[in-house]
């Protein structure tokens, strides 16, 4: 069970860091993007983003 649990704890420091990450880019993509393209800059980086979650579990379902 010692396994399991090292697990939980690594896998909540990992999607800590994936968080910090994602929101620090966030911000300076919003600090740095004119007005009248945030939203379309916004768009793309969360579109991106589902691109990156859904061909990763389509990997995974191949290989896995």
Request: net charge negative.
């Amino acid at each position: 069970y010692i396994d399991f649990a090292l697990v939980c704890v690594f896998s909540a420091v990992r999607a800590a860091g994936s968080t910090i990450a994602w929101i620090y880019t966030t911000l300076l993509l919003q600090k740095f993007s004119d007005d009248d393209m945030l939203g379309r800059v916004m768009g793309i980086d969360l579109a991106l983003a589902a691109l990156g979650k859904a061909s990763s579990a389509m990997c995974w379902h191949t290989t896995g």
